[in-house]
C-alpha cells in the first residue's frame, strides 16, 4: 500500500510555544490530507480537511486560527499548534489520498505524532 | 446522516479464541466499509476492506463480509493469538464526492496466553 510518514513522532513543548507536524506521502501524490485528533482511548475526531494548494476545511468546532495547515505541495501537509496548552496534549493523526494512481480514494494513515504540553 | 456503530469494549479473549466484533452502519447508497488496527502508541492500519454488496475482505486470518441487507461489516477471527491485541475500527466511506471516512468508536480486543 501506499505510505504516510509523520515528523515527530512525538514531541514535548512548553505552554505558550508553537509545534509544527509534519505528514509526508512518500510514494504517491496526495491531493488530499486529513487531520485527526485522537484522545487517550477514545476514536479519531476529524479535525481538517486540505487540498493541494487550498485553504483547509475545519470541522465544526475546531480553531482555525490554533491548528494552522498548510498544504503546499503534493507531498506535504503541516500541522501547526500555535500557543500550545496542556489541553492541546493529544495523539494526531494525519491521512492522505490521491485521485489516480497509487493512493487512489483510500485514506492511508501516518503513524502519528503524540504531543505533550507542559 | 451517516454513520458507524461499534460494539463496546474491551472484548477479552482466551488465546485460539474465536473472535466476532460488531459493526453496523447507517448511509445511502453503496458505501465503502474498511477495518483498522491500532496498537499501543501507534497509527491506524488497513486490515481490510470491502466496496460492494457481499464482497468479503480477509486478511491474516481476519474477515468481514459486506452485508448491505443487513447493514452489518462484522470482523472474525477464527483463532486469536496475544499479538492481536489492539484497537479496532470499523468506519466506511460515503458514495458520493467526498474522501472523508465516519469512524466507530473503536474495540478494543485484548487476548490472554
Known amino acids: 500500500g501506499a505510505v504516510v510518514s509523520q515528523h515527530p513522532s512525538w514531541v514535548i513543548c512548553k505552554s505558550g510555544t508553537s509545534v509544527k507536524i509534519e505528514c509526508r506521502s512518500l510514494?504517491?501524490?496526495?491531493?488530499?490530507m486529513f487531520w485527526y485528533r485522537q484522545f487517550p482511548k477514545q476514536s479519531l475526531m476529524l479535525m481538517a480537511t486540505s487540498n493541494e494548494g487550498s485553504k483547509a476545511t475545519y470541522e465544526q468546532g475546531v480553531e482555525k486560527d490554533k491548528f494552522l495547515i498548510n498544504h503546499a505541495s503534493l507531498t506535504l501537509s503541516t500541522l501547526t499548534v500555535t500557543s500550545a496548552h496542556p489541553e492541546d496534549s493529544s495523539f494526531y493523526i494525519c491521512?492522505?489520498?490521491?485521485?489516480?494512481?497509487?493512493?487512489?480514494?483510500?485514506?492511508?494513515f501516518g503513524p502519528g505524532t503524540r504531543l505533550t504540553v507542559t | 446522516g451517516d454513520s458507524v456503530t461499534q460494539m463496546e469494549g474491551p472484548v477479552t479473549l482466551s488465546e485460539e479464541a474465536f473472535l466476532t466484533i460488531n459493526c453496523t452502519y447507517t448511509?445511502?447508497?453503496?458505501?465503502?466499509l474498511f477495518w483498522y488496527v491500532q496498537y499501543p502508541g501507534e497509527g491506524l492500519q488497513l486490515l481490510l476492506k470491502a466496496t460492494k454488496a457481499d464482497d468479503k475482505g480477509s486478511n491474516k486470518g481476519f474477515e468481514a463480509t459486506y452485508r448491505k441487507e443487513t447493514t452489518s461489516f462484522h470482523l472474525e477471527k477464527g483463532s486469536v493469538q496475544v499479538s492481536d491485541s489492539a484497537v479496532y475500527f470499523c468506519a466506511l466511506r460515503p458514495t458520493s464526492g467526498t474522501y472523508k471516512y465516519i469512524f466507530g468508536t473503536g474495540t478494543r480486543l485484548k487476548v490472554l496466553a
Open positions: 491521512s492522505a489520498t490521491g485521485t489516480s494512481g497509487k493512493g487512489t480514494y483510500e485514506q492511508y
Open positions: 448511509a445511502t447508497g453503496y458505501p465503502s
Open positions: 510514494d504517491f501524490q496526495a491531493t488530499t
